[in-house]
């Protein structure tokens, strides 16, 4: 027992335990065993961490600095990201079950994000405007939102954090931010980084725990000015209705069903790799993972041949280890999931190509590369996000069906689309309803390119220059420049 590391919160500069000591367990997914304690914070935690980011905002060394020099901080942070990021990496990958060849690796491209918005931070501005009364001068300025909540999904944690607190720190708001109960001990060890890039006491603070009550209280304080959430939508659906308690500001990315589409003039080699990255990697565990495979009828047959030879090679084990490929399922309910959506999945018709069970031998929580070849895409797996390594294969007959199967989902995150047919790529990415699209590629991402979804994978976009304006709110100046009194008070001006 005494490995067990305990870990505390952040609140208003200082690390702190929950308020009535309790804890909660956070259990290795590649091994089954209980490696952390994480705070349980209470309400009464929750509401000091927001009154503590509310001083902050309205006074302190924060409140004082220039945008420069909250870049300067950005800047610092960023260093201090890429320079830890082997500790970092590590941390999320024992908690989460990620590899730690992509944990290390995004942990020191996400700085780059943080060097994104510093320099952001002094190109905020707003607008003089021509009004059509000589006597007046108008302007508009923008000014931080307030005090922002910020709660993050266990996958991508760093990098979901860095596109909330990047944008939002770079137009001088200050935030809560809460840590997935499901993988917390990533974002707490982020958070020693905070004093160190010289970013003032309250400015951010992470608290751990549950969604009641830590969440709800949280989406529901009146000194929130906005919610920015990454999750699931039956979460989102608590947000909005607390929301309804200060009618701050919400985005929501939700997820998706992302569809991988093939036609038959693409590079198959690129494909294949392409499609096998788009869902294997990190055990289908990502928003955008290429869940629903779409080939064109006349290579199908051959598609999926390869990509199951190359499913049943992958090599799955510790994620720590440098020569594994694909690492564990991070919660027992995804895996319970994925297995019961599998076996129902073959009861509605589906045909099981590869994988379909835990694999053995293992002692942590193990998926096999799957893939189901489905007759229609009304089958509940089709359009059922499943967090796993779970794909579903649709074939459609020419770029009309491809269009109609591409749309005929509920999510609209992200797409596929490989084709050597440069009028045809355009053509889909105007036709497929998704927030973001690749063409020949998938799954890139920068700090300059928004990201987000439509439908039920949420509104509102994250990363990119715009994401500073959607932190602020513009403030509407008049000036009379006349040297004449005021007329009647009756007449408007």
């Not at 079950?97 to 491209?109: D, I, L, N, P, S």
């Not at 931070?121 to 922002?148: Q, S």
């Not at 589906?350 to 590369?369: D, M, N, Q, S, T």
């Amino acid at each position: 027992m005494s490995d067990i590391k305990t870990y505390k919160m952040l609140i208003d500069g200082k690390w702190v335990t929950a308020s009535d000591g309790k804890t909660f367990d956070s259990v290795n997914p590649a091994t089954g065993v209980v490696w952390s304690r994480i705070p349980e914070a209470t309400a009464d935690d929750v509401n000091r961490a927001i009154e503590a980011a509310d001083r902050a905002l309205s006074s302190g060394p924060w409140a004082k600095m220039s945008p420069t020099q909250r870049g300067h901080c950005l800047r610092r942070l960023g260093d201090l990201l890429a320079d830890k990021s082997e500790e970092l990496g590590r941390v999320e990958s024992i908690d989460t079950g990620k590899m730690f060849k992509e944990t290390r690796w995004q942990a020191k491209y996400i700085s780059e994000f943080f060097h994104f918005y510093a320099g952001a931070a002094d190109k905020i501005h707003g607008e003089t405007l021509p009004i059509d009364n000589p006597d007046l001068f108008f302007f508009t300025k923008r000014e931080p939102l307030g005090v922002i909540a910020a709660v993050v999904p266990w996958n991508s944690q760093l990098f979901l954090s860095a596109v909330k607190i990047g944008p939002a720190l770079a137009a001088g708001n200050t935030i809560v931010l809460k840590a997935s109960e499901f993988a917390s001990a990533a974002m707490l060890e982020f958070g020693q980084l905070i004093e160190a890039a010289g970013i003032p006491p309250g400015v951010v603070n992470i608290v751990t725990g549950h969604g009641d009550p830590c969440g709800r209280v949280l989406t529901s304080h009146p000194k929130v000015a906005r919610i920015s959430f990454t999750g699931g939508p039956n979460a989102a659906r608590h947000i909005l209705t607390n929301s309804t308690n200060n009618f701050a500001e919400v985005s929501l990315e939700l997820g998706g069903k992302s569809p991988f589409i093939v036609f038959d003039d693409a590079d198959i080699e690129s494909a294949v790799n392409g499609a096998v990255s788009g869902i294997f990697g990190a055990a289908g565990q990502s928003c955008v993972a290429g869940s629903r495979l779409l080939l064109h009828d006349s290579i199908a047959d051959g598609f999926l041949e390869r990509m199951a030879g190359l499913a049943a090679n992958i090599r799955i084990g510790d994620p720590l280890a440098e020569e594994t490929e694909m690492g564990p399922i991070c919660t027992e309910g995804q895996m319970e999931n994925i297995t019961r959506e599998v076996a129902h999945a073959q009861t509605e018709g589906g045909k099981l190509i590869c994988g379909g069970h835990r694999v053995a031998g293992l002692p942590g929580r193990f998926y096999a590369p799957t893939i189901i070849d489905c007759p229609n895409p009304d089958l509940r797996i089709v359009d059922t996000e499943l967090f796993g390594p779970v794909v579903s294969v649709l074939r459609f007959k020419d770029e009309a069906d491809a269009v109609r199967l591409a749309n005929h989902t509920e999510h609209g995150l992200a797409a596929g689309i490989f084709t050597r047919n440069g009028a045809r790529a355009h053509r889909m990415v105007d036709a497929v309803k998704a927030g973001i699209v690749w063409v020949n590629t998938y799954r890139a991402v920068s700090p300059i390119a928004e990201f987000g979804g439509m439908k039920n994978s949420g509104y509102g976009r994250e990363s990119g220059f715009q994401a500073v304006y959607d932190y602020t709110r513009p403030k509407t100046v008049w000036m009379n420049t006349s040297d004449e009194p005021l007329g009647s008070q009756f007449v408007a001006r």
